[in-house]
């Protein structure tokens, strides 16, 4: 009934207080897990619906505040403002919240968070947009990159980028996949696809084919993958085709000595060390490496280790083969990151392109003469990734760019030898890889 509503439900005050996690810095995954631990598995749900889908449509709500905020949102605190974005979302894209609700919860939680002004300020905007409702669909700009960003919640500068590199149809169906609700794609270990689904279904859990990749598994949404037995006991582990096509086109022949140098928390160090002799999994970050030694131990990884090292020093020795899964933009990973899109800066892929460069030069060394270097990003962006191959070639006679034998991936993920998995043509993750062999000299 209006009116009556008990106090801010605890689900509502874990997504604002993710939120804050996230403004100071925190990745929102991490934020999430630890604001919503108190949660039962619905509210949880509910909650990350809730987060999830507000930063997705974050351009467009920003958009229909923006008028009917006097001063602009950019005046608001930042944290007022997103409980506004968070009651907008409620308002217009949950349709399991009444709309007295989604009014009266957030005017309560501003009043908590900021005092009565604030908590007038929010009754007032959320009321009179529900008020427009039936108008608000019109209200796109007039140039139409513009139009895109803003219908489908992305910085107007990415857009631009996307539509000057394919078009704008692509472009809208790439910004439409971005807004999709990330799949939870898990990988057969220790036993066959088979198997593993069968383990699945007898826990209750519905399972469905994944693009790509013939023994991956695409889990119902909402399932609580840690819950699992077959999680627990080490009979699977969670991998996007994207990456796992990554190891694929790596080829990588059986019995190598290889080394993952950017290898947390190592999804691809588990799938190399399925033929690989033996496995060095290093990261630059200390705190990222347990999640390796976390993996090495539910899986019962036998030749795998995990070594703290920086890239760019090249000094681990030599091996027949290296992974370099670059730190990047990941504009590739958006539809499972959407904070992602509003933290990137234009200035970031110049950096990234930098950082890259210095690892791949110190990946090099670490490379026996004959062997491969395979590098590989979650990016779709060329200067993360044809660029710095054909910089890396230019700088590093002896090297070639070598195609993987013919069947090892799908030819419609290969493009003039590299690896390119593009989420509005492949139905999966992006992903970018290149396979360097260093000459027998
Ligand atoms: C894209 S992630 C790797 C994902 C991982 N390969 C997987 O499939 O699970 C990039 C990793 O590079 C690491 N990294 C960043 N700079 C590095 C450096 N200079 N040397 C080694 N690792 C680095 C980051 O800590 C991060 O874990």
């Not at 039962?40 to 467009?60: F, H, P, Y």
């Not at 958009?63 to 602009?72: E, I």
């Not at 992974?323 to 499972?336: K, M, Q, W």
Request: glycine content about 8%; aromatic content about 4%.
């Amino acid at each position: 009934m209006p009116g009556t509503l008990p106090l801010v439900t605890d689900a509502r005050i874990a997504a604002a207080e993710t939120l804050a996690d996230l403004r100071s810095g925190l990745l929102l995954d991490a934020a999430f897990d630890r604001r919503a631990a108190e949660l039962d598995a619905r509210d949880r749900r509910w909650t990350q619906e809730l987060v999830w889908g507000m930063l997705r449509k974050r351009g467009w709500i920003d958009h229909l505040l923006a008028p009917r905020v006097r001063g602009g949102i950019a005046r608001l605190d930042a944290d007022l403002a997103d409980l506004l974005r968070l009651g907008v979302h409620q308002l217009f894209h949950m349709g399991s919240v009444p709309a007295y609700a989604a009014i009266a919860q957030t005017v309560e939680l501003a009043k908590q968070r900021h005092g009565m002004g604030a908590s007038k300020l929010v009754n007032a905007v959320l009321r009179r947009l529900d008020r427009e409702r039936d108008a608000l669909g019109a209200e796109l700009p007039a140039d139409p990159v513009e139009a895109l960003a803003v219908e489908y919640s992305h910085p107007r500068w990415l857009v631009a980028r996307w539509v000057a590199r394919w078009g704008a149809d692509e472009t809208r169906a790439l910004l439409e996949a971005n807004n999709q609700e990330a799949p939870l794609i898990v990988r057969p270990w220790g036993v066959v696809r088979e198997q593993l689904e069968a383990m699945l279904e007898s826990s209750g859990v519905g399972v469905a084919d994944a693009p790509l990749v013939e023994d991956s598994i695409t889990l119902a949404p909402g399932t609580v993958l840690t819950a699992l037995g077959a999680f627990q006991q080490g009979h699977c582990f969670v991998q996007d085709p994207a990456a796992t096509l990554v190891t694929r086109y790596a080829a990588v022949p059986a019995g190598a000595e290889v080394a993952d140098l950017c290898a947390a928390p190592g999804g691809k160090s588990v799938e190399l060390s399925r033929t690989a002799k033996h496995v060095t999994s290093a990261d630059s970050n200390e705190a990222r490496i347990s999640r390796i030694i976390d993996t090495i131990g539910r899986l019962d990884l036998e030749n795998v280790d995990a070594v703290v090292a920086d890239a760019r020093d090249g000094t681990l020795g030599q091996f027949d083969a290296v992974l370099v899964d670059a730190p990047c933009t990941g504009t590739g990973t958006f539809r499972r990151h959407p904070d992602a899109r509003w933290r990137l800066r234009t200035s970031d892929l110049a950096v990234m392109a930098a950082t890259q460069r210095a690892i791949l030069r110190g990946a090099a060394k670490n490379v026996k003469p004959g062997g491969l270097l395979v590098y590989s990003t979650c990016s779709m962006e060329p200067e993360e990734n044809d660029a710095q191959v054909e910089t890396f070639l230019a700088d590093h006679p002896g090297w070639t760019l070598e195609p993987p034998p013919a069947g090892t991936v799908p030819e419609t993920v290969l493009d003039a030898g590299r690896l390119r998995v593009l989420p509005q043509r492949h139905g999966a993750d992006g992903s970018f890889a290149a396979r360097l062999r260093r000459g027998e000299s």
